[in-house]
């Protein structure tokens, strides 16, 4: 089954609230993940139903059947309360759906929720043919979203990696003390854990006392919890390659360079650029082994695999997300926003800008409109408010399209200027790249 066209309507079911991912203990992680659910709206189709663990607001799904077409009153949105039973979430699907059966369940991560979901529905998970055949791979799939299954598996199949260990939270200190007097630097990082969180760099600043004795560990896992302590590599650069796998054979979707603070992704920059083609071939090369590794196992569907690139250019694997990652959903609308436009394959980023006050969404939107930066569907190109107002009201979560990488550059410089400054200012009536202001 493709999960482009599955013979019906689909029920994305945007559980980013999933033990995959992140220990269930690192609760202010999950309840900022929830609320970039929104972001699932690009996918819909006429006929779909979005599960959403969040409010998706209005004004924001106006915006996406603005620029996608896609008919509001054609796409439901279903938010269930609280941790609801499965069965009350399926019959609030069958109640948005009309009675129509949908083609499948889409989820962001094939988890126990998901097989639960399709199971109340009748209904496969995509791309799989069936709920049982989804079910097989929850093994697998649960192994390599943590960092010691990777680890294992990476180094059998043949990737670099930097040198570490995987101990159990009382054995993290030795661990820390060994691989400090061989390297210098460590990073210790829980078993489950993604975006950078609950990572922790050592030594913490010159003159950090020694020996560590464990102080600082995230309050995850517990004490039978698994940690992988590694040598810290020096990285110029953050990059990942997407993959799609499954019984027809494992492909390359997209690759690009993760922005990163203290570990912790930010934002993404895709295509990587002409000169990193030696790059790209090796990450392929290494999803390609880990998408036979998955599909070997039963999984089908998307992965990624992230790396990091020393100043000299040496690759080192770090991690596999088998899941749809946070570059996944921006990459499908850019593409399907692409497409509309006739505008071939941009080059995009994602990121994220402060404004000095809280704005409701459509301020938001029509102060990009007032800067001349907001996405034109004649040109293909500007800056989309992809994931909907953001709960503060002043971190937004953008994506900037054009059709090279000095345009989406110049795009963020000018969203960072017009952002803080008044919308009268020139600075904020300049213009987008390529154009003259009047």
Known sequence: MNPTDPGGPLVLYANLVSDLAVDPEEREVLRAWAEQAPREAWLLRP????????????????YVRDLTGVPRDSVAVVVPPGADPCHRVVEAVRAATAGRPPGAVLPTALDGAAIGLARGLGVPV?????????????????????????????????????DGRVRRRAGVPDAVRELLAAHGRVVVKPDRSAGGHGMLFLPEAPG???????????PVGGPEGLWVVERRIDVARSVSVQMETGPGGTRALFSGEMRTAAGAFTGYLSPLPAPAADLAAT???????????????????????????????????????????????????????????????????????????????????????????????????????????????????????AGDREGVARYEELLRASWTSDPGSPTARSGPPGSRSG
């Open 208 to 218: 950090a006392p020694d020996p560590w004795t464990g102080d600082g560990l995230a």
């Open 283 to 401: 990450l392929e090369a290494w999803g390609h082994a880990l998408g036979g590794f998955l599909a070997a196992r039963g999984y089908a569907g998307p992965f990624g695999l992230d790396a990091m690139v020393t100043p000299d250019g040496e690759v080192y694997a770090g991690e596999s997300n088998v899941r749809r990652t946070a570059t996944t959903t921006p990459r499908a609308m850019v593409a399907r926003l692409a497409a509309r436009a006739g505008a071939g394959d941009p080059v995009w980023a994602t990121g994220r800008v402060r404004a000095p006050a809280a704005y409701p969404f459509g301020e938001a939107v029509e102060r990009l409109r007032g800067a001349r930066l907001a996405y034109d569907p004649a040109r293909g190109e500007g800056i989309v408010l992809y994931a909907g107002p953001p709960p503060d009201g002043r971190t937004w979560r953008y994506a900037a399209i």
């Open 47 to 62: 006929g779909d139903v979005l599960v959403s663990p969040v409010p998706v607001g209005e004004e924001f799904l106006e």
């Open 126 to 162: 995509a791309p799989y043919a069936s709920v049982a055949a989804a079910e097989a791979a929850l093994d697998v799939t649960g192994l390599l979203n943590t960092k010691a299954g990777f680890r294992d598996a990476a180094l059998a199949l043949g990737m670099r990696l930097p």
